[in-house]
């Protein structure tokens, strides 16, 4: 069964420092992995997707992702954070079994909080 | 821009009570969605639906069932509700086909309390 690990579970950073926060992730064939925020009292939106080509993708607010299928990780990352970055990441991975679902296998969330 | 409404932002109920949480997305998708998102655990999901009338279970489908009468409309059902399911609940919808890589589209969901 596909499942989705996120190592950290809170992160607490000041302004202009690096992030990175990682996601691997368990399953053989292809898949297709994104990322998605969470602002607070906001929905879930989507930060970037991966599903072929170059594995470095780029997405909203600049935060970027890497996918290196060797170590099926997908680890999300931005240069300098902003206060207004705070909010719950989640990564979440789909088997691209070419069926007519759109299933997602989510991580339990990373909770980002930025310091002035 | 895909818009993807929940019926209620705050919900309380009681014990043993029937709730019905409802979904409407406005994009014709065909794939809609619900999951409960609760600290440390992450989305689960609970029931997904694939057309009108068709539905499957999640990962957590106990205590729940699902109604889609309409291709825009997926309702959640608590049949009794029990303090155990009180969480947030999101609803989602996404496009079919494309190798799977559509994104999801989601609610901004209903915080249930069953007291």
């Known amino acids: 069964a596909q499942s989705v690990s996120q190592h950290n579970h809170h992160v607490i950073l000041s302004e202009a420092a690096s992030l990175e926060l990682g996601c691997n992730y368990s399953?053989?064939?292809?898949?297709?992995l994104f990322w998605y925020v969470q602002y607070p009292g906001q929905h879930l939106q989507l930060l970037l997707k991966?599903?072929?080509?170059?594995?470095l993708v780029k997405g909203i607010k600049g935060f970027e992702a890497e996918f290196i299928k060797s170590k099926f990780s997908f680890n999300l990352r931005k240069p300098s954070v902003q206060w207004s970055d705070t909010a719950e990441y989640f990564c979440?991975?789909?088997?691209?079994?070419?069926?007519?679902?759109?299933?997602?296998?989510f991580g339990t969330g990373t909770l980002l909080a930025v310091q002035p | 821009d895909v818009k993807v409404t929940q019926s209620s932002r705050y919900l309380v109920k009681r014990t043993g009570e029937k709730v019905f949480l409802e979904c409407v997305q406005d994009?014709?998708?065909?794939?809609m969605f619900w999951y409960r998102q609760d600290p440390g655990l992450g989305l689960r999901l609970i029931y997904f639906?694939?057309?009108?009338?068709?539905?499957e279970k999640g990962d957590i489908p106990e205590g729940y069932s699902v109604s889609r009468e309409k291709k825009e409309r997926f309702s959640l059902i608590l049949e009794s509700a029990s303090t155990n399911q009180t969480s947030m609940y999101l609803c989602?919808?996404?496009?079919?086909?494309?190798?799977?890589?559509?994104?999801?589209?989601f609610g901004d969901g209903t915080r249930l309390s069953i007291l």
């Open positions: 979440a991975v789909k088997g691209n079994y070419g069926g007519a679902t759109n299933k997602l296998i």
């Open positions: 639906s694939y057309d009108v009338k068709m539905k």
């Open positions: 994009m014709d998708h065909e794939n």
């Open positions: 991966y599903f072929s080509g170059d594995p």
């Open positions: 399953y053989g064939g292809t898949v297709n």
């Open positions: 989602a919808s996404g496009e079919t086909g494309g190798r799977g890589n559509q994104p999801q589209h």
